[in-house]
């Protein structure tokens, strides 16, 4: 049974940082393209950040230079570090986890809100 379970969301001041992770079982962690998604209220899911199992990063504009995703294969486990946190970055924060064109896994999301 594969799991992604994210943690380390919450509430945090504008410019400051949280750091996420996700924990993965059941799959063959390393060969997978793991990623953090984010949905805010009313709004599509829409992609944050993208590691491959090369870890070849990808991530979108609006969290470039202030975002970073890393991958830790002995631990099985995905971060995300988050800094320079804006109000707009509140949302649930998604881990996923892709592979070429089959499957494809997501966990349960973890709560991001910036507010002051």
């Known amino acids: 049974q594969v799991q992604l379970v994210e943690s380390g969301g919450g509430l945090v001041q504008p410019g400051g940082s949280l750091r996420l992770s996700c924990a993965a079982s059941?799959?063959?962690?390393?060969?997978?393209?793991m990623g953090w998604y984010r949905q805010a209220p009313g709004k599509q899911r829409e992609l944050v950040a993208t590691i491959a199992g090369g870890s070849r990063t990808n991530y979108a504009d609006s969290v470039k230079g202030r975002f970073a995703i890393s991958r830790d294969n002995a631990k099985n486990t995905v971060y995300l570090q988050l800094n320079s946190l804006k109000p707009e970055d509140t949302a649930v924060y998604y881990c996923?986890?892709?592979?070429?064109?089959?499957?494809?896994?997501w966990g349960q999301g973890t709560q991001v809100t910036v507010s002051s």
């Open positions: 059941g799959i063959i962690f390393s060969i997978y393209t």
């Open positions: 996923n986890a892709q592979l070429g064109l089959g499957p494809n896994y």
